[in-house]
């Protein structure tokens, strides 16, 4: 016991008093340097009322850390895809997810004014095109030589092919990912072919941003990595009891988001066991369960899986199955979402997503990389897709719809993955990258990335404040924004 807890106990011991366990649990968490002063003060003042016991309502009215009853904190799942999943098989799966992606998107593009004169790419190639003409699909295939870029688009009635002239248009060109759902506008070459005279994006629509009417706060974490030798558990421990100490903003805390990779898995890369203190998904599992006993039961917890949790690794991922921890499922103040996930916290929509295509994304756009993974969620946005790419290194299972299009705009685009805690705003949607909670694993050290761990990221849903509590003592390790 630190010992200034043990001079105020004794202080309150000696003058006749009993200290209740909710008291006790109380002045563990205040700072120890106050703690002389309020003990001191709640002896003077229940002397003077001639009461010997001081309990947690006395602790909890001087400080002003009494419970808010006022505080609202309703939380809805309004997209899982635990339940939905089915997995087409072979090419006929295929063929479903790519036409459930087409028809979802064309539907988005279709309020767009220029969608008014959209056509099949059957009927452009019989037409005689006088004027600009707008078509859209998917895109297959992106070639460049001698300077011209080449793209070729799938709509259920056929491939279209048209080439780009104009510089600017080719570097927007280079950086569309395969397999998105774009626009193009169109009109006939001299020697019959198209010319793309504008690529344009699904996007998001200018819309206001949905508020908590009360004012209480989300904390968003990912990438806990629970059971590797690298996870910082002694500073996440330290989070965890900060959630009951009378700061403020702790108090007002009633929502905690995880963003997949809560536990470090097993069988995840070469030689894992090697770097893992606990050998077992279960174990790794009860570990966490333990740590979320900890959290006052006054927040809701979501956990949604990454791609080292148990379950499926394909995306989308279902919730972490039941037969691995089942005390977490029979939580009252958890919530077990799949991946992706949107859920509404007072009204307020987040998109929670675990960020796998990131890594492909990085690799095959120009102008992306790891230092800056908003500006990849950015592009996820303005795609209206999580993981546009089919066959690189994110599997995607061929479901028969595509549960990856990013049918409803979010106020909060909720990613991990990359292990970097950063913000970012996008057309008035606030984007966090969580970060992580492990340390830079030698992998990471190889290929020269650099994870900022131990950073909790906290939003006001009233105002979109954003706070954040650093529990990483390497000053250079700071909140990117
Ligand atoms: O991934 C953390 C980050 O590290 C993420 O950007 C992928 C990258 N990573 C991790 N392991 C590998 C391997 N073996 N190859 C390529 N890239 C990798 P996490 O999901 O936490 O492991
Ligand atoms: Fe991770
Ligand atoms: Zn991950």
């Known amino acids: 016991m630190k010992k200034e807890l043990t001079f105020a106990l004794n202080y309150a011991l000696n003058k006749g008093f009993q200290i209740h366990p909710g008291a006790f649990k109380i002045l563990e968490n205040v700072d120890v340097k106050k703690l002389e002063k309020v003990i001191k003060e709640i002896v003077r003042e229940k002397t003077r009322q001639k009461l010997f016991q001081i309990n947690q309502n006395d602790l909890e009215t001087y400080l002003g850390i009494k419970e808010d009853p006022t505080l609202q904190s309703e939380i809805k799942v309004l997209f899982d895809p635990t339940s939905k999943i089915t997995t087409g098989e072979g090419v006929k799966g295929y063929n479903a997810l790519f036409s459930s992606r087409f028809n979802k998107l064309k539907r988005i593009i279709s ?28 895109l297959t295939t992106r070639n460049i030589e001698r300077n011209i870029t080449k793209l070729i688009l799938e709509d259920p009635s056929g491939s279209f092919e048209g080439i780009i002239f104009d510089d600017e248009l080719q570097k927007t060109a280079g ?4 397999d998105q759902f774009i626009m193009v506008r169109v009109s006939l070459g001299k020697s019959s072919g198209f010319i793309i005279k504008d690529i344009i994006l699904p996007d998001i629509p200018d819309q206001p941003i949905n508020k908590s009417e009360s004012e209480v706060y989300a904390v968003f974490l990912s990438d806990l990595h629970i059971g590797s030798k690298y996870f910082m558990e002694e500073e996440f421990t330290e989070f965890v009891s900060w959630l009951s100490s009378p700061d403020p903003t702790a108090r007002k805390i009633r929502f905690i988001l995880i963003g997949g990779d809560i536990v470090d898995g097993v069988g995840i890369y070469p030689n894992q066991d090697k770097e893992l203190v ?6 790794q599992l009860e570990k966490i369960d333990g740590l979320i006993d900890k959290i006052p039961k006054n927040i809701k917890i979501i956990i949604m899986p990454g791609n080292h949790d148990p379950g499926r690794r394909a995306l989308p991922q279902p919730a972490i199955p039941k037969k691995y921890n089942l005390s977490l499922w029979e939580r009252e103040n958890v919530v077990m979402v799949g991946n992706p996930a949107v859920v509404s916290l007072n009204g307020v929509k987040v998109l929670m997503f675990h960020g796998q295509s990131i890594d492909d994304i990085v690799k095959t756009t120009p102008g992306m990389n790891y230092d800056k993974p908003t500006n990849v969620m950015k592009h996820l946005l303005r795609a209206r897709h999580l993981s546009p790419i089919y066959g690189s290194q994110t599997p995607i299972a061929p479901e028969m719809e595509d549960l990856l299009v990013i049918e409803d705009v979010p106020d909060i685009f909720h990613v991990g993955h990359v292990h970097k805690a950063q913000l970012d705003m996008y057309k008035g949607i606030l984007l966090v990258n969580s970060g992580s909670w492990q340390k830079q694993t030698p992998f990471q050290a190889s290929v020269g990335m650099t994870p900022n761990p131990g950073i909790a990221i906290m939003v006001n849903l009233k105002t979109f404040q954003v706070f954040h509590e650093n529990y990483n003592s390497n000053s250079d390790n700071i909140l990117q924004s």
């Open 111 to 138: 309020d767009r004014p220029e969608s008014k004169m959209l056509k099949s790419i059957a009927s452009v190639k019989t037409v005689k095109l006088e004027e600009d003409m707008f078509v859209c699909g998917l």
């Open 278 to 283: 606990c050998q077992t998904i279960e174990e």
């Open 175 to 178: 950086t569309l990912l395969t």
